[in-house]
């Protein structure tokens, strides 16, 4: 009976057409698993794409601080966990710490001056005498401060034409960032949790990659890898590090030279020291604004301080931290940077100026093979001629005549 009845339903007409006793994959295993794979790394990044940011930093402060990482395990005996411990004690209390607080001083410092943007928009304001005693051009940049400035409501109208909104939206976006604190500690938190298992797991996870390296670019991997770590190194120690702390230098002499929002002008310069020649532009405004308001000693002082600092970084610091300076051009450290805050916020000042120097990095290696390649083809001598010696040929046959 049992037998009977499975003969019936094997003859039964199946969904998908009869089954064939040689079934072939419609879909090979290994193009199976690499479906499968991109369809988890595509669900993973939509899932989690709101801790790259964090993640992104975390890589690139563990790279660039690795080499001090490795002399702080040596003087743990090896131990990882005590010794990412210790790194993150000292990052937060020498970094975070320190830019968190010149943030928060910086964010009221601006807070103010919408606030002062706000009033003038309201009832207007005749330009400042230091603007009208700028030589050469002091008199020009009045007459544009009174057309375009001066008057009730100017400042609005400007703040339409350049960002599409009034400036009572602006000056409640600013607000709300300056109070997004929470948001900010947050990611913060992230960063250090993955910063402590970049860290603690790092060398493993190092191990791994390179595994998987060797199969995807099995004669490029070791080229990359070396130039990888190298680039956000000098990057991070080269531009960013040295331009926080060209910020704080060069904030600490506008303060004593007497500039409004020193906090705020040493944020700015800090930024502007993350594109070529930008800090020297930075001191150079204020200096003048200092000479055009009266304060000529100050002014000249700020410019000499300047000057002998942007001197001393870049003919001693620089080489000693970077081992020469960094040949990164303008244009693209230019978009890393700007490109970087648009997408990543603060931290995007320091990730998207490494994210530039690595493409441009990565794109020099490539055009470096090409070029050794073909300096390679060059040498090869050409083939020679093949050249059939008389005894080579084949006998010729005589053929007689009809």
Same mark, same amino acid.
Request: aromatic share 12%.
């Given at each position: 009976?049992?037998?009977?009845?499975?003969?019936?339903?094997?003859?039964?007409?199946?969904?998908?057409?009869?089954?064939?006793?040689?079934?072939?994959?419609?879909?090979?295993?290994?193009?199976?698993?690499?479906?499968?794979?991109?369809?988890?790394? $595509?669900?993973? @990044?939509?899932?989690?794409?709101? *801790? %790259?940011?964090?993640? &992104?930093?975390?890589?690139?402060?563990?790279? /660039? #601080?690795?080499?001090?990482?490795?002399?702080?395990?040596?003087?743990?005996?090896?131990?990882?966990?005590?010794?990412a411990t210790l790194a993150i004690i000292f990052i937060v209390l020498f970094i975070v710490i320190p830019i968190s607080i010149g943030a928060s001083y910086a964010a009221r410092e601006?807070?103010?001056?919408?606030?002062?943007?706000?009033?003038?928009?309201?009832?207007?304001?005749?330009?400042?005498?230091?603007?009208?005693?700028?030589?050469?051009?002091?008199?020009?940049?009045?007459?544009?401060?009174?057309?375009?400035?001066?008057?009730?409501?100017?400042?609005?109208?400007?703040?339409?034409?350049?960002?599409?909104?009034?400036?009572?939206?602006?000056?409640?976006?600013?607000?709300?960032?300056?109070?997004? $604190?929470?948001? @900010?500690?947050?990611?913060?938190? *992230? %960063?250090?949790?993955? &910063?402590?298992?970049?860290?603690?797991?790092? /060398? #493993?996870?190092?191990?791994?990659?390179?595994?998987?390296?060797?199969?995807?670019?099995?004669?490029?991997?070791?080229?990359?890898?070396?130039?990888?770590?190298?680039?956000?190194s000098s990057t991070v120690t080269g531009m960013t590090l040295i331009a926080i702390g060209e910020g704080i230098v060069l904030g600490i002499a506008y303060w004593i030279a007497g500039?409004?929002?020193?906090?705020?002008?040493?944020?700015?310069?800090?930024?502007?020291?993350?594109?070529?020649?930008?800090?020297?532009?930075?001191?150079?405004?204020?200096?003048?604004?200092?000479?055009?308001?009266?304060?000529?000693?100050?002014?000249?002082?700020?410019?000499?301080?300047?000057?002998?600092?942007?001197?001393?970084?870049?003919?001693?610091?620089?080489?000693?931290?970077?081992?020469?300076?960094?040949?990164?051009?303008?244009?693209?450290?230019?978009?890393?940077?700007?490109?970087?805050?648009?997408?990543?916020?603060?931290?995007?000042?320091?990730?998207?100026?490494?994210?530039?120097?690595?493409?441009?990095?990565?794109?020099r290696e490539w055009i470096r093979e090409v070029k050794i390649a073909d300096v390679t083809e060059a040498e090869q001598p050409s083939d020679p001629e093949v050249v059939l010696a008389?005894?080579?040929?084949?006998?010729?046959?005589?053929?007689?005549?009809?």
């Open positions: 009976m049992n037998r009977s009845s499975n003969r019936k339903g094997s003859a039964e007409p199946r969904w998908l057409g009869p089954v064939s006793p040689n079934r072939v994959a419609l879909i090979s295993p290994i193009s199976a698993a690499r479906w499968l794979l991109i369809i988890v790394a $595509a669900a993973a @990044i939509y899932f989690f794409h709101g *801790f %790259m940011v964090p993640v &992104l930093a975390a890589l690139v402060i563990g790279f /660039a #601080s690795w080499p001090l990482y490795r002399r702080l395990l040596t003087h743990v005996g090896g131990n990882t966990t005590i010794g601006i807070a103010d001056w919408f606030r002062w943007a706000v009033e003038v928009n309201r009832n207007g304001a005749p330009p400042p005498g230091w603007i009208i005693g700028l030589p050469f051009a002091g008199e020009w940049l009045g007459t544009q401060w009174t057309r375009h400035i001066g008057a009730p409501g100017a400042v609005g109208e400007l703040a339409q034409l350049i960002s599409g909104a009034n400036i009572g939206a602006i000056y409640h976006g600013v607000l709300v960032a300056g109070n997004s $604190a929470f948001h @900010i500690m947050l990611t913060l938190l *992230f %960063m250090l949790i993955a &910063l402590f298992f970049v860290y603690r797991d790092g /060398a #493993s996870f190092s191990g791994q990659i390179d595994l998987l390296g060797e199969r995807i670019f099995p004669t490029r991997w070791e080229r990359i890898s070396r130039v990888v770590p190298a680039t956000i500039v409004p929002s020193p906090v705020t002008f040493g944020v700015l310069t800090g930024i502007m020291a993350l594109i070529p020649g930008g800090a020297p532009l930075s001191f150079t405004l204020v200096s003048a604004y200092l000479v055009a308001n009266g304060s000529y000693v100050a002014g000249a002082g700020l410019f000499i301080w300047g000057s002998v600092e942007l001197f001393i970084v870049d003919k001693t610091l620089r080489p000693r931290l970077v081992g020469g300076p960094i040949k990164l051009p303008f244009l693209p450290t230019f978009f890393g940077l700007v490109g970087g805050v648009k997408t990543m916020g603060f931290l995007g000042l320091f990730i998207g100026p490494v994210l530039m120097a690595l493409v441009v990095s990565i794109w008389e005894e080579d040929l084949p006998p010729v046959r005589k053929v007689s005549g009809p």
